[in-house]
């Protein structure tokens, strides 16, 4: 259905008109260009200067096309046209409309240079509150000379286009056999357009009893569909098996017909091409032949879909539905029981079923597609559909409510009723985001269920815009939401489906195995020089590359996607290697990667993750996902920007086996004693990590990285049994810490994500253990210029006069006034924050609590406390209350990496925050002058790189009188240089030593409260600890085990063992 995207503007349906072909002819009402002139029924057009667009127009009334296509006809000469510089101008055979609000142009696919005289035909849908449309050509953009004539508007009356093929008898009723007549009403699912084997059991799991799978062969240049349609077909013997044993039909679609479509400016301009092609017409009555002998003894098969969406406009060679009765009169030569499944024309439409005429064999099955209004099911799917509108309620000029989807789908009704047939919906959808889409469902399936209609609903993970699986919000992939209204109803409605038992049969799956990587092959042998070796007399062929210098050497072993197409497969071998060089880039190194070419001719990388150093035997394993429409698969075996040497052996496909469902699995730890920081240099530290799944421990699979202050750092994954916990030894030999963190992977190295607020977050674990923290001291002294240069930037602060730009009411509360604050200060941007003070407050009666933010670009509003004047404070000076996508912009744009400039943290006067603390510093000169405001409790906070900010804000302001972070950014930011912990931090540049947020802690003078993490990769503990130790006064730390940056799964701080230190 994706490609349903592409074809957006050919799906509405047609009104009756008798006129085959409307001429335009070339009269008063053409207006034309200077350069333009008509003779003999011919309009030439000439162009000598690219800059001046020559386009003539004429006029045509929209209200005869409202809710339909628009087809132009014209038959176009040109000479010499040159190429434009936009690929949308040149020659302009165009439909120009102005709708909702918005001009829009649809034009022919780019021409340019000479042609003989040809057709060339343009399609626009015309939306209901369309106000006026123009036929324009010319050229633009270009020069040359353009004829046309012959300008048309193709339309004809359906019921010349839809005579029957064949004879009907009087009073004709479809007949059924047991076969049929056994089923009861069965509903489910289109299918994904990737083969994943972990799909089928969560159908079962919905009570899934019918499923649309997809055969998709769209050959490319130097293929065969025959061949695609084979490999397709292997995928659907074990779609078929799975769904034998699960109790799911399968209703065999061939969703792409020999030959394709004919395509016109990006998007299917109407017809199939075998409808006036005979031998694509034949083949694809042979293509029925070929899946009706492989499968007619399969008793998982509902029927064979014949002709998925036919779109037939004008009178062809061969008709749409005369095809159709070709192939099923061929499949019920090999095949006389197994139902087939025919449609009408206009994408399977329910108004054609009008015109549609049934075939006179047995066990025929009538196929409609429900996607009416289109306008809303497919709003937002594309630019040209963006108006929003709702269900129930007006779209384009119609009120559509339940009444109408039961007048829209009354054609297809009539038809059940009068020939007795079986129906079956076999696609329908709205747009997750469409508002009222669970209401659009619930009212479609009460019809489908009131007339009995098998049906699909399209689609199950193929894309995202129609999975139920996924909540409303517009293009927001984030993470699942399984209490959406769409899915409750679907599986309230799948709940009454029967079990089926579908054992039996002499049906067996002909699919080839999985392969085997053949090292011995002669692709292989022929690349064996420079570094390639192959080792022939190992017990397994083992190929091996070396390199003595970093750089690149594979070999690119070329991949069947005859077997390997359209699967969700296993790629799993050995890999051993020597003295593997440092990685310039994380995805540099060892190489075992799968490169797959798209239909499009996009090219994805997937490798399995590899190491440094030396490795012996290792087994390595990569699920992924090929897609059925791929063009070229390699198999890349070698290094990339390393030396070294690296050795594979045993390379295999696979199917990917079932997976433990760790939604509600977390993962735990414990040192070997309560007090983190306890252990001596050298003695050993030992790490225990399990897997619990609702309080019990089970088994799994832990990728853990272990790395210490003294640089050290090993990564490794392992196998943990519910019945014991994975323990791991450590130690380091001077002050600091070291820090192991365990994340929960599957047996191929992927991380398991569970849901967590909007998004979805890696399941892991940290623990700490420290060695004489209180000995530890910064890597890099603070430069011996540190309070001269602040001393300059706050004479640069005094130099900007405070003035208050704005404080206007945002909100009340029951509490407090909170107001939004803009005040002038020094560099590119305002001091911005906001201010909540108590309704009641009385002058010089509150303490004032001023909150720095952490990093990132967003909104910010002040929590009221009773009792106390909070001042929030924002890092960048950018406008409060905007819409999301505004502070998105920023943080992807302007202010994108923030910080982390290697060329502007080499100078202090340039990094990026030397402006945020002025600003900071603003905000609290501002604050001081509040008259509510007591005049002696002033307290500075902040989180993260909130805490960097209030350390610095508290040691140039003396009037603070407390200062609590909470874990603190920026610390020991020299530590790096000498293999700490790195944490997440720019580089070491001389600049940041003005920033380092020990730096400014050695100059606080009033008491501070420092909460922060053991287990925290973003501020590592050695840098907290380190500025613990130089703070000069009253201070207080307490240190959570188990506490990254945010939160893991599970982690409770209040049950979390921690270490505590103060000093007074």
Known sequence: MKYRILLIFALLSLSLQLAAEIAIPFDRNWKLPPNGTISESILTISATDSAVPQLASHPIDPEPYFGRSLIVRFEVKYSDVSKPKESYNGVKLMIHYFANGKQYWTNCPPLYGSSDWKTVTVEQQIPGDTEWIFLETGLQGSTGKLQVRNVELVDWDPKELHRPPVPLPENFRCEYTERVLSLPQLRGMMSPVVYRSADFPVMREWNVNLLRWQLRPEPREGEKYADLLDRDMNILDKVLEQCQKLGIMVIIDLHRVPGGKEFNHGAVQEEAKLFDNPELAEEFVESWRKIARRYRDCPAVYGYDLFNEPNQKTPRRIDYLELQYRAAKAIREIDPETPICVTSNDWSSPRYFSYLHPLPLKNIIYNVHMYRPLTYTHQRVVPALTRIYTYPGNVDGKYWDKEALRRCLAPVREFQQKYGARIVMSEFSVIRWAPGGERYLADLLALAEEYQWDWCYHSFREWDGWDLEYGNQYRDTSCKDPENPRLKLILNLLAKNRQLDLAGGSWKPQAAPLPAIDLMSEAVKKQLTDGRRLDETAAVPTLEITRKTPGNTFVAIPLSLSVLGGQEVVLSGEIAHEAISKKPKSHNGVKMMLVITSFHGNTRYLQVPTREGDSDWKRYALKVEIPSDARKLELYLGLEGVSGTAKFRNIRFSEPKPQIDHSRSIITGELDRSNAVSYKPGEPMKFRFRILQSGKPIGGRLRVIVAGDDGSRREDEYDLSADRPLELTASLNQPGFVMAEAKLIDDYGNEIRRKHGNGMKAVQFGLAAGVQPEKLTQTVAEPVDFDKFWESAAAELKAAPLRVLERKL?????????????????????????????????KKSLPLHIQFDGYGVRDIVAQDEPGKIVFFVGPHGVDLHREPAFYDKLF???????????????????????????????????????????????????????????????????????????????????????GRIRGWRPNWKKGLGYYDTVNFARRIKCPVQIEAGLSDWVCPPSGVWCLYNVLPGSKRMKMFQGRNHGPYFGYDQKKAPFVEINQQ
């Open 810 to 842: 945002f909100k009340t509360t029951q509490n407090s006034h909170i107001y939004d604050v803009k005040l002038s200060a020094p560099g590119p941007r305002p001091t911005v924050g906001s201010l909540a003070i108590p309704r009641d407050a009385q």
């Open 892 to 978: 992807n744009g302007e202010l994108y990496g923030y910080g982390f400039d290697d060329r502007q943290n080499e100078n202090p006067h340039d990094c990026y925050f030397k402006y945020m603390i002025l600003r900071d510093l603003r905000a609290v000169q501002y604050a001081m002058t509040l008259p509510e405001w007591d005049g002696r409790n002033l307290t500075i906070a902040g989180g993260s790189q909130g805490a960097f900010q209030a350390a610095a804000v508290t040691a140039l302001t003396p009037e603070a009188t407390r200062c609590e972070l909470e874990i603190p950014w920026f610390c020991e930011l020299g530590g790096i240089t000498a």
